[in-house]
């Protein structure tokens, strides 16, 4: 890789340990990949925040960062925590597994990283403009800025990102090349534009493609229906940038005439929909994957206005980030009715799986993670008919 003096020089430890360290995996994910230099970055965000996910070696991991200096050097902001700060008791979640997140998060803080831990940075916190080079790790967030806004990043890792952060650089392969932007297969989408609906068309996307870039036609979402489908595609597969014709801000740069066309109807979102349900009744609700936004909070506040829980043996999570929690006071109120609304933290990356084995959610995201990462059996539905199983 051609690497600048200043580069070379942070490389042979003159800037200290946590920026050697660094650019080591920096240039070594750029190795691998074949970038041929180094790009620099606006922003990061960075997964690896909940212990749960971490354990004791991401935590010392973070520990030796922090203790070698390392600070990061743009904007950063960081992913759910296993636990809402201040009320992770009513998640059922232990004293020791407290006492760690909160360690991380300091952690993360000392290191100049902004404490809001949400997977919606783009809604408030960490908003990239059009042809902005980022760092981004969570695929949901970065497949939204790189396809809606028109960003670009890899699909970054926890550490790489971090990495990225710190030196404010990243290796410049993949996605923050235009020619590696070109739609790969068009997608006919025959859906009936709900939000569910779009969660069901990743899923049915990410089935049919595993990875690559699809371009859309008969599709347009506004920002809720896009952070679904990114995050229902980024996990049923690997989709890390997605176009909709008429839509989104790259779609019209491509010729797709000679691409294979792949139709989405009826069919498909029934296929996707048997996968992602494995359970009836469920002893958890958990909305908010990925975060709600202030729109969802006010129409998930509107449905149960009025309205009343009669069943105790099943809990409800809202899970939102602090930011939006605290615009939305009036909705709160009336959610906190019927469960409480988290902060920063969510169903997949809490553990759960101490509590609870049947987890209902309207995310395709969340529906393929509950088992795979929480032991859950999962019921993925809209939100009004998840929320009637309680009344
Ligand atoms: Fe966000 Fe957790 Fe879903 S991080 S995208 S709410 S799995």
């Known amino acids: 890789m051609d690497l600048t003096r200043e580069e070379e020089a942070i490389l042979n430890g003159e800037s200290g340990e946590g920026m050697q360290k660094a650019m080591e995996l920096v240039t070594a994910l750029g190795k691998i990949y074949g970038a041929e230099d180094l790009i620099d970055i606006t922003s ?15 935590l010392k991991y973070l ?28 998640m059922h ?77 990243t290796a410049n392969y993949g996605l923050h090349l235009d020619e590696k932007r070109r739609p790969t297969k068009v997608i006919e989408a025959d859906i009936d534009g709900s939000v569910f609906s779009y969660s069901l068309l990743g899923q049915a996307v990410g089935m049919a493609m595993g990875s690559g870039i699809p371009y859309f036609k008969g599709i347009s979402p506004e920002l809720e229906e896009a952070k679904t489908l990114s995050a229902a ?60 936004t202030e729109k969802e909070m006010h129409q998930i506040a509107s449905f149960l206005k009025g309205k009343r829980k009669v069943r105790d043996d099943v809990e409800i999570w809202f899970c939102t980030s602090e930011e ?33 084995q049947r987890t209902g959610t309207n995310s395709a995201k969340a529906g393929n993670y509950l088992p795979t990462l929480c032991s859950q059996k999962a019921m993925v539905r809209d939100v009004s008919a998840l929320l009637e199983v309680v009344m």
């Open 44 to 58: 990061a965000h960075l997964s690896g925040a909940s212990y749960k996910t971490i354990g004791d070696g991401g």
């Open 93 to 169: 979640i232990t004293p020791e597994f407290a006492e760690k997140q909160l360690r991380i998060i300091d952690l993360y803080g000392q290191m100049g990283v902004q404490k809001t831990c949400s997977c919606t940075p783009y809604t408030g916190a960490n908003v990239p403009s059009f042809g902005d080079h980022v760092a981004w790790a969570e695929s949901s967030a970065l497949s939204f800025v790189n396809s809606y806004i028109g960003a670009r990043t890899n699909r970054e890792g926890g550490p790489g990102a971090l990495a990225a952060a710190i030196l404010g650089k």
């Open 324 to 356: 939006v929690r605290a615009r939305c006071p009036e909705d709160v109120k009336v959610m906190e009715e019927f469960g409480p609304v988290l902060a920063d933290t969510c169903m997949v990356v809490a553990p759960i799986e101490g509590a609870f």
């Open 233 to 292: 595609m980024a996990a049923a597969g690997s989709v890390a940038l997605w176009h909709a014709e008429g839509v989104t801000p790259e779609a019209g740069s491509f010729d797709v005439s000679d691409l294979e066309v792949i139709h989405i109807g009826k069919r498909e979102l029934e296929a996707a929909y048997d996968k992602l349900n494995t359970v009836d009744d469920v002893q958890l609700i958990a909305l908010g994957c990925p975060h709600l």
């Open 63 to 90: 520990e030796d960062m922090a203790a070698g200096g390392a600070r990061v050097s743009v904007p950063s902001t960081l992913n759910p925590v296993g636990m809402d700060r201040d009320r992770w008791r009513e």
